[in-house]
């Protein structure tokens, strides 16, 4: 039997299998941690197996390492999953954020280690798991089960007295839109008779789905706004700076931006291809706000956490703009840009939390001056924010050089403007961290600096942050290796628009280079 | 002597006993009256029934209110122990005095 | 006659629930009660059905309200109290009651004329009287139904045991 | 009275028998206090009334005309309407179960059946259905005379009765089932066909009912040795302590009224009713008229017999404990009058 | 087993389960006064399985008529029978500890929980509106008495005259549609409703007998408006009864319910879906925004159970097969995950059940892990996360009402499930977060979760989980239900003298 078609049911069953093994073991000494991490590691190298085996030639549109089985005769839900080039990648960065998780709670996590370790194995199989499926019932119920072990790591293992109220209003907010989403989707099958998102997706660019264009469009909308609230989408990330400032390190790692952004990726543009097209402007018009309401709110923070918060809600919106652009370079860049920014973000929490374990605060103004006393630390701090500002060679710049020129290239309305407000984005970016930065590891000597002695990064934290300082520069310098597979999504959503006058984009020479790595 | 009464007579004669009933167990404050003007509703059913049973020409609408009575027997059994129960901890048969549990 | 029956004991009923609805102690609204039951046990009769009346002045007059009346006098149970509830009952319960009672009696006189009209005794069948009548049925086709009123009556009999009993045993 | 439409001619007949019915059976009860004086006397070695008339018959116009004369308590604390009807209750329900008895063999006069008031087809049911309203009268006297002796009276009352009467009707079951129907007139013909050894005491195996309806009905009637609501030792005088005059009067004739009633029933019951205790050994003899009254002769013997073994019992049996009484009715009477009834209907149903 | 009668076949669950009652019964007063009433626990647990397995027997049957026609065992009467027992087996299993310490009557508990299943069952598979009505008595009377068990409590015995006043009342309204159907049609029969209606004189007074069996069942299930009984009924009352008062009898009347309005008024439909969509709508909002307000542990969840009803009745304005299908689905997984909840209700509070709000369950999860994350796997599957039964039974619900065309109250439902998860996640997140000050409360119940308690727990448990995980069997279950024939008039032919034109003459 090929090991193709089990790959993916192998990677979702490892880490569940490894919460309930923890759940039987008892609780002793580091027992907890070292299981999690054999088991996130183990899960690793089985994520690896994709982009060695998959097939960057195969015709745009189909999945790959599929696996198709009925789950329920009727109503017809399947077991079905398999990745493109879209989500391959996604599954490969889950893979490897878990097992940097689990070296990131290490010493932080110190009560009641089998419940977190548990809850974070769980919702990494509910992650991987949305990112594997292609029943539309499927996908749900993943992408419901991701709530749950968020809301709990949240609510118990909180940083302040506020974590209950953070962790239900991030349930809430994650939980009220899918609740529509799941009327959508009913909808859906009932029109169609089918949860299956390829036969959907054909349905859609046949146009037989329904014939009532209203209720397509409310339906349309039901599933934008729940990925829109996961994403979030600037209104709706309300529940964000509670749920980043108080969720542990390893569980805000993975909060914001995947899920969501994939979810509009797959299901938005791949079921609703037109009414996503419809909704594009405001989408791209929230994206330039979300930037620089993001910077700008960033700029203002005194708490790290809530800083690195509205930083990440302003690179996000990054990839709003570019996916909505509904070009191949925005699209790309876009996707790339998940990758990216999810490491980077990565990077930058696991920095914060290290910060944390030994100084026991995120007030900006009670830090200052460290740099001498901590220059692993420092040094680590800076590669980081050049990544994240977009310094070329980096990743950051090439998801958001993409975006930028695919907005411009965009068909939409209103779209230059737009890109041309959401690039301010970039400058404002490099203020706020860099000033961050300043103000952190530079000048005086903070309070707590200064009544506290701290040691440097340590062999386990290093164990940690290498590979993503790497990754990094890998990225930076060698897009192609991921924007090969990347692009045959990339494409494929584009190809839904009416093809125009791309041809005049002054920036055709940057699209050619995506196109270049895919052969 | 060959007076004839039109069923519907009888249905609304039903009628105004159940509207009585359904009234007085709103209205009565002590647990018995309630418990009275439930047994008042289950007469103007059984009445209803009866009259039924007779523009049918059914014997089973007869038979139903039997078996009403049956329940209604049992019921009284249960319910005026319960009624001891309760006035054995509460030394009292108002409802609005029986208010343990509010919101 | 089954007009002045009707009248006349259909009169008795409505006073005798008036009545239950009115009196403010206990005893006085059963023994309403117990003025309403055997009026209908009358008109029971005036619509054939001779064994429910019978049972319904035996069981309903003889065993319920007995029971009613025993625990009445047993708990001692005093006047009702007026209370700030009972204001808002009023607020509630007029109403419903006049409520249900349009609608049930603008049906029934709506249908009247479908409904037919009835006549003293009402021979189900001829040939059989009322119990025979009845108690072939009850024990042919509805043989079941009749068999499980044991397993309630069971219940019932446990129930009351169980609650009676007191607590220190 | 040809003239009169039969319809004029049936409500003046019944008239006449009610009232005739009803002075008779005032009488009997009025004569029946008499011979309970006088038996108990007797069984305790005295004599009873004797002072007026001749032999004390005139006694019971006497007590009549005492308790006609005195005053009219109205107790202060007492319920007022309720303090009245009860006795009247108490009387009524005593009064109006005769309707249904046949004392005699079917005899029309103008279509008219006149040794009976009515003979419905549930006669038996209306008896019973009369008699379990006849507790009100008691628990209400008690509870309106706002008097604890009263109030403890009544309930010991009302539950007894409401105890025995699950007994009581349950024994008469087995007569019904013989009989196959609930009309008093059929149950007596069903016993008629060879008198005594068709009674339903010998030859329908229905002793054991009987006795169970015997015990039952004392219990019933609040007679000894069941007579424990009015025991005067421990409650004065039960329900009607308060009670004076012709109220009490009234209870006191509901009494006997009940005695002749339970009598009656047991008679038709088991008995035989109106029929002759020979059925056809000894041959028609005498006139039309004689034909008509002998079944009434011999159903007044036989009540006569059930009323003397009242005051027999009542002189000499002990009265139960209240606790007695109870487990007695529910853990001996009741399951005996159920098996009774599984018994017969088995036989029945195996014999045919 | 083909040569026994269909009466004895038919009712075969009936018989066992009212044996096991009457022998409980009478081997309860010749036990010894202090003697443990655990045996008798056993023999009803026992008597329960063998019940399942008769109605699993009867599954292989096919439909059987029995006693006239008043009784139809069909796939879906069978599916009852299955899902009342299997709540009386975890049922049992829970309270066997309940009353360790002293007897409290104990044997006379097992006994009444035996016979209102008897009358669950009787209800699920009558075809006769008598049957179904004494059936009913028959549960109803038994929850009365089981709601007062706890005397001396004064609650208790509030809860149990709350109950009992409104059940009556509510079975007076229910008795009187009954009156008004047979009115209608002339005949207490399904079958002959259903047929007397298709030719019936008197539509009016049929839709109101429809909307009074409506209010009567309304109460039983309690739905909104009819629900104000519920919270204060599941406070006060033992809380293994209130874990079974809340399913077993709901889905008996859910069973009858669905028997009345499909097959009986199916010739009704338009005009009772309307009501059902109130109903159900009404419910939801109210059961959940109530919920919100409450801080008492059961009265939230009587409040959910409120929501719950509502989420039941919007399968009622579904299509037929479809419809049947999701009522019985969602009454199963509602079943699991509820008698789950008091089940640990029970282990928490014990037979004192001093501990009741919210924040006396705070830091459960460290005092007692396993209870906790019991409960948090039922208050998951409440809210109706993926692989609960809780999801599967939502989907299958709101996806029925989708499908015909009623995609606003899948909205409304599916909006309020949202809303519900706030007190859920409240209680959640309460059980697992560290209290503020040390919570003495919940040492006082650190018994050890006993045996019997623990199998009762874990089927629950694993009951959710397998309805949310595989429940394609399941699913197929409640289909063949859901696809059950309607009761035919085989013995029960409708009276078909017209009303009005026979008059006959005096006698």
């Known amino acids: 039997m090929n090991i193709d078609h089990s790959i993916l049911t192998i990677i979702i069953l490892i880490p569940l299998a490894g919460a309930i093994l923890l759940a039987l073991l008892p609780d002793k000494g580091k027992l907890m941690p070292w299981g999690a991490l054999a088991v996130t590691l183990v899960t690793f190298v089985c994520t690896l197996h994709l982009p060695f085996h998959f097939d960057y030639g195969a015709a745009s549109g189909s999945f790959q390492f599929a696996t198709d089985q009925q789950w329920v005769a009727s109503p017809a839900i399947r077991y079905h999953l398999g990745v493109d080039g879209l989500s391959m990648w996604l599954v490969v960065l889950t893979g490897l954020l878990a097992p940097l998780g689990v070296l990131v709670s290490w010493r932080v996590i110190d009560t009641r280690k089998k419940t977190f370790y548990i809850l974070f194995l769980l919702q990494q199989v509910a992650m991987l798991g949305v990112f594997v499926s292609l029943d539309l019932l499927l996908y749900y119920s993943f992408w419901e089960l991701s709530i749950v072990p968020m809301t709990l790591l949240i609510a118990s293992f909180g940083r302040t007295e506020n974590r209950r109220r953070a962790g239900i209003k991030f349930f809430l907010y994650a939980f009220i839109p899918s609740a529509i989403l799941l009327v959508g989707i009913l909808w859906l099958y009932a029109r169609t008779g089918t949860f299956d998102l390829p036969r959907l997706a054909n349905l859609a660019a046949a146009h037989g789905i329904s014939g009532n264009s209203t209720a397509l469009w409310l339906c349309s909308l039901a599933f934008l706004v729940a990925f829109a609230v996961k994403v979030p989408v600037f209104?709706?990330?309300?529940?964000?700076?509670?749920?980043?400032?108080?969720?542990?390190?390893?569980?805000?790692?993975v909060l914001a931006g995947k899920l969501g952004l994939y979810s509009i990726l797959r299901f938005s543009f791949g079921i609703f291809p037109e009414q996503s097209h419809r909704i594009a402007p405001l989408l791209i018009a929230l994206g330039a706000i979300g930037i620089v309401y993001g910077a700008l709110m960033a700029l203002v923070q005194k708490d790290l956490k809530r800083l690195s918060a509205y930083a990440t809600l302003s690179a996000v919106a990054f990839i709003i703009l570019g996916i909505f652009s509904f070009t191949v370079s925005g699209l790309d860049g876009g996707i790339f840009h998940i990758v990216s920014e999810s490491l980077t973000g990565a990077a930058f929490f696991m920095l914060l939390g290290f910060l944390y374990e030994r100084y026991g605060t995120y007030d900006i103004r009670e830090l200052g001056g460290i740099a001498s006393r901590l220059p692993w630390m420092v040094t680590m701090f800076v590669i980081m924010t050049l990544s994240l500002v977009g310094l070329p060679m980096l990743n950051g710049f090439v998801g958001e050089f993409l975006i930028l020129a695919g907005s411009m290239q965009s068909v939409f309305a209103h779209h230059v403007a737009w890109t041309v407000f959401a690039t301010s984005g970039v400058i404002l970016s490099a203020s706020y961290m860099l000033w961050m930065i300043q103000r952190v590891f530079y000048g005086n000597l903070g309070v707590k600096p200064e009544n506290m002695t701290a040691w440097d990064i340590d062999a386990r934290e290093h164990l940690a942050m290498w590979p993503l300082l790497i990754l990094f520069l890998v990225m930076g310098v060698a897009p192609p290796i991921w924007l090969r597979a990347i692009d045959t999504a990339g494409a494929r959503i584009a190809a839904t628009v009416p093809q125009p006058q791309q041809a005049n984009s002054p920036l055709k020479l940057e699209a050619n280079t995506a196109e270049g790595g895919q052969r | 002597m060959a007076a004839q009464v039109p069923t519907a007579y009888y249905l609304v004669l039903a009628a105004i006993l159940f509207s009585i009933g359904v009234g007085s167990f709103l209205i009565k404050r002590n647990i018995i009256t309630i418990f009275i003007s439930i047994e008042l509703m289950l007469n103007a059913v059984n009445l209803t029934f009866v009259a039924f049973a007779h523009q049918w020409h059914q014997i089973s609408g007869q038979i139903f209110v039997f078996f009403v009575m049956v329940v209604a027997a049992a019921e009284a059994a249960v319910g005026l122990a319960i009624i001891i129960a309760i006035f054995r901890t509460r030394q009292t048969l108002n409802v609005d005095q029986i208010d343990l549990m509010k919101l | 006659m089954q007009l002045a029956l009707f009248i006349i004991f259909g009169a008795l009923a409505v006073a005798g629930a008036l009545n239950l609805l009115l009196q403010r102690h206990p005893i006085n609204s059963a023994l309403s009660l117990v003025v309403v039951m055997m009026s209908l046990a009358v008109l029971y009769w005036s619509l054939g059905a001779e064994f429910l009346a019978a049972a319904q002045v035996i069981v309903y007059s003889g065993a319920i309200m007995v029971l009613f009346v025993f625990v009445i006098m047993l708990l001692n149970a005093g006047k009702e109290e007026k209370t700030t509830g009972s204001r808002a009952a009023y607020i509630a319960g007029f109403p419903g009651a006049a409520?249900?009672?349009?609608?049930?009696?603008?049906?029934?006189?709506?249908?009247?004329?479908?409904?037919?009209?009835?006549?003293?005794?009402?021979?189900?069948?001829?040939?059989?009287?009322?119990?025979?009548?009845l108690s072939r049925v009850l024990f042919t086709k509805l043989l079941l139904p009749f068999e499980v009123t044991s397993v309630l009556i069971l219940v019932a009999i446990l129930g009351a045991v169980v609650l009676a009993r007191k607590e220190d045993q | 009275m040809s003239h009169l439409s039969p319809f004029q001619i049936f409500l003046l007949l019944s008239i006449v028998k009610i009232a005739v019915v009803l002075v008779i059976l005032l009488t009997t009860v009025a004569y029946t206090v008499l011979l309970e004086r006088k038996v108990l006397g007797h069984i305790q070695n005295r004599w009873g009334p004797s002072r007026v008339g001749p032999f004390g018959l005139l006694q019971p116009l006497a007590d009549g005309i005492?308790?006609?004369?005195?005053?009219?308590?109205?107790?202060?604390?007492?319920?007022?309407?309720?303090?009245?009807?009860?006795?009247?209750?108490?009387?009524?329900?005593?009064l109006i179960s005769i309707a249904v008895v046949p004392f005699g063999a079917v005899h029309r006069i103008h279509g008219v059946d006149i040794f009976a008031i009515t003979d419905i087809n549930i006669g038996l049911l209306v008896i019973l259905g009369i008699t379990s309203i006849g507790v009100y009268g008691i628990a209400l006297s008690g509870w309106s005379s706002n008097n604890k002796f009263s109030l403890l009276g009544s309930l010991r009352a009302t539950s007894q009765m409401v105890s025995y009467e699950l007994a009581l009707g349950l024994s008469l079951v087995g007569v019904v089932l013989r009989a196959q129907s609930l009309s008093l007139r059929t149950i007596v013909e069903s016993q008629s066909a060879h008198g005594l050894l068709s009674w339903n005491f010998f030859g329908g195996y229905q002793f054991v009912a009987f006795f169970i309806y015997l015990m039952a009905a004392y219990a019933e009637t609040n007679r000894a040795p069941f007579d424990l609501p009015e025991a005067e030792s421990e409650l004065v005088a039960g329900y009607h302590t308060e009670y004076s005059s012709m109220k009490f009067a009234m209870f006191f004739m509901a009494e006997y009224a009940n005695m002749v009633i339970v009598s009656c029933v047991a008679t038709l019951m088991f008995f035989g009713g109106a029929s002759s205790p020979f059925?056809?050994?000894?041959?028609?003899?005498?006139?039309?008229?004689?034909?008509?009254?002998?079944?009434?002769?011999?159903?007044?013997?036989?009540?006569?017999?059930?009323?003397l073994l009242y005051i027999w019992v009542r002189g000499t049996l002990p009265r139960f404990r209240y606790d007695q009484l109870m487990s007695f009715g529910w853990k001996f009477l009741l399951p005996l009058a159920m098996a009774n009834i599984i018994i017969t209907s088995l036989v029945l149903a195996l014999h045919g | 087993m083909q040569s026994l009668s269909p009466n004895i076949l038919a009712l075969l669950p009936e018989y066992i389960l009212t044996i096991v009652g009457v022998l409980i019964m009478l081997a309860e007063p010749l036990l010894p006064p202090a003697s443990s009433r655990k045996p008798l626990g056993w023999l009803a647990i026992l008597g329960t399985v063998a019940a399942a397995l008769a109605s699993w027997c009867q599954l292989h049957l096919g439909t059987l008529t029995a006693f006239s026609g008043t009784v139809q065992v069909d796939t879906f009467s069978v599916f009852f029978h299955l899902l009342i027992s299997a709540i009386v087996l975890v049922t049992l299993l829970i309270s066997l500890d309940y009353f360790e310490g002293s007897a409290r009557h104990a044997g006379e508990y097992f006994a009444l929980i035996v016979f209102s299943a008897v009358g669950m069952m009787l209800m699920t598979c009558a075809t006769e509106l008598l049957l179904v009505f004494v059936g009913l008595e028959i549960s109803s009377i038994a929850t009365y008495i089981l709601c007062g068990f706890r005397k001396g409590s004064a609650t208790g015995a509030e809860s149990s005259i709350k109950y009992f006043l409104l059940g009556s009342f509510a079975t007076a309204f229910f008795l009187y549609g009954i009156a008004l159907a047979f009115g209608a049609t002339g005949s207490t029969s399904i079958a002959a409703i259903a047929a007397g209606l298709a030719t019936t004189t008197t539509p009016r007074l049929a839709f109101l007998a429809l909307a009074m069996i409506l209010i009567g069942l309304g109460f039983k299930v309690s739905s909104?408006?009819?629900?104000?009984?519920?919270?204060?009924?599941?406070?006060?009352?033992?809380?293994?009864?209130?874990?079974?008062?809340?399913?077993?009898?709901?889905?008996?009347?859910?069973?009858?319910?669905?028997?009345?309005?499909?097959?009986?008024?199916?010739?009704?439909?338009?005009?009772?879906?309307?009501?059902?969509w109130i109903l159900a709508a009404l419910s939801m909002t109210i059961g959940n925004l109530g919920a919100m307000l409450q801080r008492?542990?059961?009265?939230?969840?009587?409040?959910?159970?409120?929501?719950?009803?509502?989420?039941?009745?919007?399968?009622?304005?579904?299509?037929?097969?479809?419809?049947?299908?999701?009522?019985?689905?969602?009454?199963?997984?509602?079943?699991?995950?509820q008698v789950g909840a008091f089940a640990v209700v029970t282990q928490v509070t014990g037979y004192d059940e001093q501990i009741r709000s919210i924040d006396d369950y705070t830091g459960l999860a460290l005092k007692r892990p396993v209870l906790a994350a019991f409960l948090g796997l039922f208050l998951i599957s409440l809210i109706g996360i993926p692989f609960t039964g809780g999801f599967f039974g939502k989907f299958y619900v709101f996806s029925s009402a989708v499908h015909s065309n009623h995609v606003w109250l899948a909205v409304v439902g599916l909006f309020n499930s949202g809303i519900a998860c706030f007190y859920y996640l409240r209680l959640l997140a309460a059980l697992y977060t560290r209290p503020a000050t040390e919570n003495t409360r919940l040492d006082r119940s650190s018994r050890s979760l006993g045996v019997p308690a623990g199998i009762g727990l874990t089927l629950a448990a694993a009951a959710t989980l397998v309805l949310g995980i595989f429940p394609g069997h399941f699913l197929n279950l409640a289909q063949r239900a859901g696809a059950a024939p309607a009761p035919?008039?085989?013995?029960?032919?409708?009276?078909?003298?017209?009303?009005?034109?026979?008059?006959?003459?005096?006698?």
């Open chain 5, 224 to 276: 909104a408006p009819f629900h104000v009984w519920t919270p204060d009924v599941y406070q006060g009352a033992p809380s293994p009864v209130v874990g079974y008062m809340s399913t077993a009898p709901k889905a008996a009347a859910f069973a009858v319910l669905l028997r009345i309005t499909f097959s009986a008024f199916g010739p009704m439909e338009h005009r009772w879906a309307v009501l059902m």
């Open chain 4, 279 to 307: 059925g056809n050994l000894i041959p028609a003899f005498g006139g039309a008229v004689v034909q008509a009254l002998l079944p009434v002769f011999w159903f007044v013997v036989k009540v006569f017999a059930f009323l």
């Open chain 5, 296 to 337: 008492d542990v059961k009265r939230l969840l009587a409040y959910s159970s409120i929501a719950h009803a509502g989420y039941i009745l919007v399968a009622f304005t579904a299509l037929r097969s479809e419809g049947i299908a999701a009522v019985c689905f969602y009454t199963a997984t509602y079943a699991a995950m």
């Open chain 3, 99 to 133: 409520a249900i009672f349009c609608l049930l009696t603008f049906v029934f006189l709506s249908e009247q004329k479908a409904l037919g009209v009835a006549n003293l005794g009402g021979h189900l069948n001829s040939g059989l009287n009322n119990i025979e009548e």
């Open chain 5, 488 to 507: 035919t008039s085989a013995a029960s032919t409708p009276a078909t003298v017209p009303p009005a034109a026979v008059t006959l003459p005096m006698q």
């Open chain 1, 235 to 253: 209104p709706l990330h309300g529940w964000l700076s509670d749920a980043i400032s108080e969720a542990p390190t390893a569980a805000v790692m």
């Open chain 4, 66 to 94: 005492k308790l006609f004369l005195k005053e009219d308590l109205m107790p202060l604390a007492a319920e007022r309407p309720l303090f009245v009807i009860a006795p009247i209750i108490a009387l009524t329900c005593a």
